[in-house]
């Protein structure tokens, strides 16, 4: 099956450093990515939407300054966390739509574990 | 009230038991249905879709009641390897969205 990536898997900095994420398509092209964030005990709760060649849709609540999202190739979303603080430690995971003749199906990322110290 | 309902459970249950989860969701125009499992510390991965018919996989059973807007799975001749977190998980027209339940906790014991 489809294939996403993710990196880093994990990453630890302190606070009021900027972290970036990348998601990338292994073996289709997304021109739709999805980023997500996970609390312990949580559901998966959709942060943004990122569309290939133009801006990001942001759920509400989501502070589009502090997440930057990037979709600039079919195959590569990458998430910012900018100026991370303790309470921006979380799983992020990506998934990546791949649309095809039957239908569509969205492929996860194995996701990113951040802890901000 | 949550787009998407599910008992957190954890449902505790020995190898070889029948276990059956329940999701409700809020919005009538959803129309795709799935369940995911995620394992403990790791990304949520497809199980089934659901459909109005209903539909089985190997030993997984989905059933989508769109009067009663709830969604169930069935897991029969349960396995240890079965021991997860089940998302149910709700999409609606017209939209990217994926709407995800916070998962029912299924541990199986020997």
């Known amino acids: 099956g489809a294939v996403v990536s993710q990196h880093p898997s994990w990453v630890i900095c302190k606070s009021g450093t900027s972290v970036k994420i990348e998601c990338r398509s292994l073996?289709?092209?997304?021109?739709?990515m999805f980023w997500y964030r996970q609390f312990p005990k949580q559901s998966l709760m959709l942060m943004a939407t990122?569309?290939?060649?133009?801006?990001?849709?942001?759920e509400q609540g989501v502070e589009k300054d502090k997440f930057l999202i990037n979709h600039a190739s079919l195959t590569l979303s990458t998430l910012t966390v900018t100026s991370a603080h303790p309470e921006d430690s979380s799983f992020y995971i990506c998934?990546?739509?791949?649309?095809?003749?039957?239908?569509?199906?969205?492929?996860f990322g194995p996701g990113t574990r951040l802890l901000v110290l | 009230r949550k787009e998407v309902e599910q008992d957190p459970g954890p449902f505790n249950v020995p190898e070889g038991a029948t276990v059956a989860f329940n999701c409700t969701y809020s919005?009538?125009?959803?129309?795709?249905f799935f369940w995911y499992r995620q394992d403990c510390r790791k990304e949520p991965k497809l199980l089934m879709s659901?459909?109005?018919s209903g539909n089985e996989d190997g030993r997984f059973t989905a059933q989508l009641n769109r009067a009663s807007q709830y969604i169930s799975l069935l897991i029969r001749d349960s396995k240890l390897s079965d021991s997860a977190t089940y998302l149910c998980?709700?999409?609606?027209?017209?939209?990217?969205?994926?709407?995800f339940g916070t998962g029912t906790r299924l541990q199986v014991f020997p």
């Open positions: 998934s990546a739509r791949d649309l095809q003749e039957g239908g569509e199906t969205q492929y």
């Open positions: 073996d289709f092209q997304a021109t739709t």
């Open positions: 990122s569309n290939e060649g133009s801006k990001a849709t942001y």
């Open positions: 919005n009538s125009a959803s129309q795709s």
């Open positions: 659901v459909y109005s």
């Open positions: 998980v709700v999409k609606s027209l017209n939209t990217d969205k994926l709407i």
